[in-house]
């Protein structure tokens, strides 16, 4: 089947040896707006951008006359009415058993179309990376704010428990961790038979100490009092204020007469202590946990030990 190449979809050029158009197609013709037989007999660079027209004459023909071929050149047309049409030129010899030269020439619409999508596409995706660019920097900002807030919140949730489990004068365990101490240690001997004991201490003659000197003193006489308790402590024992001036101590695997021994050595220091407002004494009761007590009883029998060291004069340590 023959090919009609007046009207397939490029301009064809057919040259002779001298640069001198032979035979055009009607596709070229339409799109330059001019006959055929005012392109024949004339050169093509004559319907060129003068930019083109030096390509043309000083690259195209020399490669063609020497090489036998050009390929994918870009050049420039002008219309009849003046107007530029890009184009990419491919050219060669006509056959290897005849003279001249044949151009093909496809227009640069359709490519010029697939740069702008390119440009556009480009465009588009220098957007998104610089999008997500600035996505991972808010989400990174996003994360330090975060692991900055679970730190504040760590350190507050430190403080609460602090403000929780506290006692906000003296610094020791507040009647909570009392509670919830004594609830283990009755776990413990009901579970395995593990022996603790309790010992209640009381400021003696404290009601004197805030009627002569104020409430300040009483309130530093209290937190002198913590630190002497606190010194020597063992880390598994529970020293908490539970009261005005009273203080208990839950000493595991302790028996009462060892319980004794700690209240009586704690009574001595106290008693050697001169504070800000002189030396001051504590009386102490002590009781160890018996199989038919509970947390209430085994406080009784403490707090009865105690009222007997007051009763019998204060500054002693006595069992319950």
Not at 212 to 235: M, W
């Amino acid at each position: 089947m023959l090919i009609d190449v007046d009207f397939i979809p490029g301009g064809l050029i057919v040259l002779d040896t001298a640069n001198k158009v032979t035979a055009v197609n009607q596709s070229l013709c339409d799109w330059l707006g001019r006959e055929k037989a005012d392109l024949q007999g004339h050169s093509p660079e004559r319907w060129m951008t003068t930019a083109s027209r030096m390509y043309y004459l000083g690259h195209v023909l020399p490669s063609l006359r020497l090489h036998g071929h050009a390929e994918e050149v870009f050049l420039s047309l002008t219309n009849a009415n003046g107007e530029v049409l890009p184009v990419i030129l491919s050219a060669s010899v006509c056959s290897p058993n005849s003279e001249g030269y044949q151009l093909l020439l496809l227009p640069m619409q359709r490519r010029n179309l697939i740069e702008e999508q390119l440009q556009q596409a480009r465009k588009h995706a220098e957007k998104a990376v610089a999008e997500k660019d600035r996505a991972l920097q808010d989400l990174k900002a996003l994360t330090s704010e975060l692991e900055l807030g679970h730190q504040e919140l760590a350190i507050l949730n430190q403080q609460l428990e602090q403000l929780a489990t506290q006692d906000a004068l003296t610094g020791l365990d507040n009647r909570r961790v009392y509670d919830r101490e004594m609830a283990v240690q009755f776990s413990l001997f009901q579970r395995a038979k593990h022996p603790f004991a309790l010992i209640v201490g009381d400021i003696d003659y404290f009601k004197t100490i805030n009627d002569s000197f104020g409430h300040d003193a009483g309130d530093q006489v209290l937190k002198e009092i913590s630190q002497q308790l606190s010194v020597n402590k063992r880390e598994l024992d529970t020293l908490a204020r539970i009261g005005g001036e009273e203080f208990a101590l839950i000493l595991p695997n302790t028996t009462a007469e060892h319980a004794f021994l700690v209240a009586e050595r704690k009574r001595k220091e106290i008693e050697q202590f001169v504070g800000q407002y002189g030396t001051v004494t504590l009386s102490f009761g002590v009781a160890e946990v018996r199989s038919e007590d509970t947390e209430r009883t085994l406080y009784e029998r403490a707090d009865q030990a105690l009222y007997k060291a007051k009763k019998a004069g204060k500054n002693q340590v006595c069992v319950g």
